[in-house]
């Protein structure tokens, strides 16, 4: 289960950009960007997520995943098409294989959503 690990990064990248916060801001939300030819599981990363954060700063932080296709481009077609994961990876209209791959590939921290405590004083529902 490569989630745990995948999980046990994010929760160390996060950590440090906290740490390099002089301000430290109350966290709600990490968002994710995880394609589909990842081979990354989006429930078992939640599962993870929930497990390793217990207990720590993150705890209660939702994180949200947001899967991306896979599409591919064929150069002798001229045309993006999206291929079946685990299926066939070549293109559908002329058979030549997947070369190139424009989406799907993705697993990184899109933003995280935050509070800090000067921003409170200005927007309490922060």
Known sequence: ???TDMTKAL????????????????????HLVVGQFTCVEPVSLQFAYEVQTRDTFLAGVELV???TPLIAFCHACQQEY?????LRYACPD???PMAEIRSGRELKIDHIEYCSDSAQA???NC
């Open 65 to 67: 995943i947001r899967e």
């Open 1 to 3: 289960m490569h989630e």
């Open 122 to 124: 200005y927007a309490p």
């Open 11 to 30: 929760i160390r990248t996060v950590a440090d950009w906290y740490d390099a916060q002089l301000d430290k801001p109350q966290i709600s939300k990490i």
């Open 94 to 96: 002329c058979g030549s």
């Open 82 to 86: 999206a291929p079946a994961i685990g």
